[in-house]
Structure formats: structure tokens, C-alpha cells
């Protein structure tokens, strides 16, 4: 209980004696964390975004007018239909829903020319999320068309494809860049702790000489990395849900309830590798 009593106050000595180099350290690990949190918040919405486009993810089957206007056969289209896993949902839209969507995309003036109606009735398929990759839906579009009544197939495959490429680069992309702030910020405190036990390599020298055990010597540097990794992460929460709090109005996804809770630990845990990395190089 002592030697604890005694650790804790050298650390904050130590806290508090370097108040310059004190602050670069906060501030510098605030802002990391920040900007590690921020690219996180970043990540989570366009992956969320990715998911609910992928989500969109349809096949249309264009009908015969003749199959359209039977219910008899356009029942039993709708039930081949169904009976395929990889059908979610299913939808008839008839000749009026079609050309009602069709005047308020387009406007009335380009059907008051022509008397009768010419948009076909189709099916609006969901897709079941399994099926949703772009070489699946090239199999059911060929499936599908060949089933009796069906004129033709469209899904939107150039968009599905540039969502799985999206989806293949942002997985990449966090694989990368996360890495790259976490290693960053180990070393900018691992640096600065560096720097704040030089400056009192006299009194480590002199710890050393009297007997001191190197843990004896490391655990006041130790928990002052952790301190200035707690308040650097005070720091960068304060700054995130500042943030959260000024970009309400956008809807964005903010990820779950202890997400700010995990960038001050994040804080406390890195300040606590980092000095302990720099204080095994320097005694060593």
C-alpha cells in the first residue's frame, strides 16, 4: 500500500513538474484519439450506408400483357416465383401503378401523345441477402426470363457492382488506416514519455545507484503515460460529442452506447503501453 501511495504521487509530480511537455502529450494524444474516433464514426456510416444500399439490391420481371391481365396465370407466375429461396419479397405492380410512377418521374407530357398504355406490369422482387452478389443476380436475371410470362429481366447491375467493389475497398481501407493511427499514437506517447524520463535521468541514475528495482523505478512513468492517455482521451471524447451534438441534424451513426467509453479506454490503455515501452528502452 506504501510503495502504491508512493507511485501514485511521484506520477503526478512528474504530472505536474513538466507542465509544458505535460500538455503537448494531452493534447497530442487527444487529438489523435479524436481524429482514430472520428475516422471510426466515418467507417460505421459508410458501411451502414453500404449495407442498406446492398439492402435495395432487386430483380423486375417485365410481363406479358396477356399474363398481366390473366389472374390465373399471373397467380402462378407469382408462385414459381416465391417458391425460390432467393426471393425475399415479392410486389405486382400493375399497368397503372407503372405509368402513375412513370408521369411523376418523367412528367404527363411524354405518354398525352400515345392512347393506350404503354408500360407493362411487372414483379418487384426483394432478394433474399445472401443472393445479392452481383454474379447471383446474373444467374437468377437468366433463371428468371426463362419462366413463361416473363418478358424480360432488369436489375441494376452496374450499381451492385460498384457496391461490392466499394464494400472490397472500405474493408481494405479500415484494415489499413486503423493500424496506422493506433501505431501512430503508441508511438507519440512512447516518445514523449521518452522525453519526460530524460529529463529526469539524474533521479533514475540516482534510484538506480541506492538499490531501486527497475519496477520500482518504472511504475510512477508508467502511470503518468496512463494519466496523460486518461486525460488525452477526456479530451477526445469532450471533442466527439461535441461534434455528435453539432451534427444532429444530419442523422449520422454514432455507433453503440458505450462507443465514447471505448475511445477514453483506448486513451488509458495506450498511454499505458506506450510508457511502458518507452521506460524498458530507456532502462535497459
Do not use: C
Amino acid at each position: 500500500m506504501r510503495n502504491l501511495t508512493y507511485f501514485v504521487r511521484e506520477a503526478f509530480r512528474g504530472f505536474f513538474q513538466a507542465k509544458l511537455m505535460t500538455f503537448v502529450s494531452i493534447v497530442t494524444v487527444g487529438v489523435t484519439l479524436f481524429f482514430l474516433g472520428a475516422a471510426l464514426v466515418a467507417f460505421l456510416n459508410l458501411h451502414r450506408w453500404l449495407g442498406e444500399a446492398s439492402e435495395q439490391a432487386g430483380i423486375i420481371l417485365y410481363l406479358h400483357d396477356d399474363t398481366a391481365s390473366d389472374s390465373l396465370a399471373r397467380a402462378h407466375l407469382e408462385t414459381r416465383i416465391r417458391s425460390y429461396p432467393q426471393t425475399a419479397s415479392v410486389t405486382f405492380v400493375d399497368k397503372e401503378e407503372a405509368r402513375r410512377r412513370f408521369e411523376e418521374l418523367y412528367g404527363l407530357e411524354m405518354l398525352e401523345a400515345v392512347e393506350d398504355n404503354p408500360l407493362p406490369a411487372s414483379f418487384e422482387l426483394t432478394l433474399d441477402k445472401n443472393y445479392r452478389a452481383p454474379e447471383a443476380l446474373a444467374t437468377l436475371r437468366d433463371e428468371f426470363g426463362g419462366l413463361t410470362g416473363v418478358e424480360e429481366v432488369r436489375y441494376s447491375e452496374e450499381w451492385q457492382r460498384f457496391l461490392e467493389s466499394a464494400r472490397i475497398y472500405f474493408l481494405l481501407a479500415a484494415g489499413l488506416l486503423v493500424p496506422v493511427f493506433i501505431l501512430a499514437l503508441h508511438f507519440m506517447i512512447a516518445n514523449t514519455i521518452k522525453l519526460t524520463i530524460y529529463a529526469r535521468r539524474d533521479l533514475v541514475t540516482n534510484m538506480h545507484f541506492v538499490g531501486a528495482t527497475d519496477t520500482y523505478i518504472k511504475m510512477p512513468f508508467i502511470l503518468e503515460g496512463m494519466v496523460q492517455g486518461m486525460f488525452g482521451g477526456g479530451f477526445a471524447v469532450a471533442a466527439l460529442a461535441a461534434f455528435k451534438v453539432l451534427l444532429s441534424k444530419l442523422s449520422l451513426y454514432w455507433g453503440p452506447w458505450y462507443f465514447l467509453l471505448l475511445v477514453f479506454a483506448m486513451g488509458v490503455v495506450f498511454g499505458w503501453m506506450g510508457s511502458r515501452s518507452a521506460v524498458r528502452k530507456f532502462l535497459t
